[in-house]
């Protein structure tokens, strides 16, 4: 049961273009969402967030855009550098027992090209 | 510089052993989480704590796997017995300071499990 889907598994794009990843979620519980960002032999590290209260979120080249009765989210990175290539995964949160429940999709590769 | 550490980063055992990886969460967190990285789930939570109490570890194989947290400064995640399938990549996290809600969690460096 795949809460949080991301089904695109790579994406690749020109340097100084647009990169969007997209994601979608099912649990309407979910009120707090993420992207984080994963370099091989690494572990995640976070990017970005968006609370379900708002419909964007931007932070420099990063923006994150929220559209909550699609339940789908994207994260729009412009212009697109070389470092940008990595891991994207989308994560999403919900308040359950007094803790938050972080749920993450299957991630997608996102490379730059020169 | 406040981080999540985990150990052992590479681990290598036979099928048929005890695995036993350990998380060191960022002091004054008060959630833990286990997840896996697969390819076709990407990152699996298998068990998270609040305050050392497990909320909620419906994504491990109960048979085998099994999550604790002795103390606050330390969490494992044990397999007994270690399967081939189990090779993956381990990822501790710790988030959540306490009177906060709604913020990031921490990775640490993962642990890689190889079940031969």
């Known amino acids: 049961d795949q809460q949080v889907k991301q089904n695109s598994p790579s994406l690749s794009v020109q340097e100084g273009r647009i990169s969007i990843l997209n994601c979608d979620y099912t649990n309407s519980m979910f009120d707090y969402f993420l992207w984080y960002k994963k370099y091989p032999a690494e572990g995640p590290t976070f990017l970005i967030s968006i609370s379900s209260i708002k419909d964007k979120n931007e932070d420099g080249r990063f923006t994150v855009f929220l559209n909550k009765s699609a339940k789908h989210l994207s994260l729009h990175i412009v212009p697109s550098q070389p470092g940008d290539s990595a891991v994207y995964f989308c994560?999403?949160?919900?308040?359950?027992?007094?803790?938050?429940?972080?749920?993450f999709g299957q991630g997608t590769r996102l490379t730059i090209n020169p | 510089d406040a981080r999540v550490t985990q150990t052992p980063r590479h681990k290598v055992t036979e099928m048929g052993q005890e695995v036993t990886m350990r998380c060191q969460p960022i002091?004054?967190?008060?959630?833990v989480f286990w997840y896996r990285q697969t390819m076709m789930q990407g990152l699996e939570l298998l068990a998270y704590f609040r305050n050392r109490a497990p909320l909620d570890d419906s994504g491990m194989p109960k048979d085998r796997f099994s999550a604790e947290m002795p103390d606050a400064t330390l969490a494992t995640l044990k397999i007994q017995p270690s399967e081939p399938r189990d090779s993956a990549v381990y990822f501790c996290a710790s988030g959540i300071p306490s009177g906060q809600v709604n913020t990031e969690a921490f990775f640490g460096q993962g642990t890689r499990l190889t079940v031969v």
């Open positions: 994560a999403a949160s919900a308040l359950l027992q007094g803790a938050q429940k972080l749920v």
């Open positions: 002091l004054g967190h008060n959630t």
